[in-house]
């Protein structure tokens, strides 16, 4: 399951600084070279993440929705999962701020 996170934390990095890119390029010199290569890339990242945060086995209707924000969607819905796991050494579905300090 880690590996996976991995790869769905790698691929809404890529879609983000994609994303980036093609807004880059349309604000400025506008080359169909650019749009030609980073669009593409950019849609496969998006349905990626899309596909990999829907078949993560902690998923939730929060993540899947925010998973289809393009852009920034992809890292909130890691920051989601990953959050409703907890840290690693602990068990899942426990974090720090939902444990009582110890006194």
Request: with cysteine; proline share 10%.
């Amino acid at each position: 399951m880690r590996r996976d996170r991995q790869l769905l934390r790698i691929a809404a990095t890529v879609e983000l600084v994609s994303l980036i890119a093609l807004l880059a390029n349309l604000a400025t010199v506008h080359l169909p070279a650019v749009s030609s290569l980073t669009g593409p890339v950019h849609g496969c990242a998006y349905l990626f993440t899309v596909v990999a945060t829907a078949r993560d086995p902690r998923r939730s209707a929060p993540a899947v929705g925010l998973s289809l924000l393009p852009g920034i969607g992809g890292l909130l819905a890691v920051r989601l999962l990953t959050r409703a796991t907890g840290a690693p050494g602990q068990p899942p579905g426990t974090n720090a701020a939902s444990r009582p300090e110890p006194r």
